[in-house]
Each structure stands twice: as C-alpha cells, then as structure tokens.
C-alpha cells in the first residue's frame, strides 16, 4: 500500500461543479510533491457549506488502485 499525505482547499462553488457534472476528478500535489489525481466522489463525505477543506491521507494499492481517504485533520 501507497500512502499520500496532503491538504485540500475546494471551494463550495468547486464541490457545485461536482453536482452539476462538470467536475469528476481532482488532482492533488501531496507533501512529497508528487501529483495524484483522484474521482471528486471520494470527496464527497467531506463536503461541507464552505467547500472541502483540511489535511486528508490516501491510500492506493501497489497498483494504484483507491483503496481510502481520510481526513486526518
């Protein structure tokens, strides 16, 4: 398993894009400076009034499959 440490910052008017159709991946640059891009529906449990904000972990397998995302702060 692959761990990736990073923090997100998505604006309310971003996670509307997700609803309407227009948005359905998102790409992150983790603290090793590595970009990784995921499906914005992992995010979705996150979302709140203001958008999707904080320090998230994820996990892939050795083939980069998703395996988690978890706000960690």
């Known amino acids: ?4 440490f990073f923090n997100a910052m998505l604006s309310a008017e971003q ?3 997700y609803y309407r159709g227009d948005i359905k991946n998102v790409v992150v640059t983790t603290d090793s400076g590595e970009r990784v891009q995921l499906m914005f529906k992992h ?3 996150f979302i709140g009034s203001d958008g999707v904000r904080g320090r998230f972990r994820l996990i892939v397998s050795e083939q980069g499959a998703f395996v ?5 702060n």
């Open 43 to 45: 995010f979705q449990r």
């Open 68 to 72: 988690s995302l978890d706000k960690i």
């Open 15 to 17: 996670c509307y894009g």
């Open 1 to 4: 398993m692959r761990r990736y």
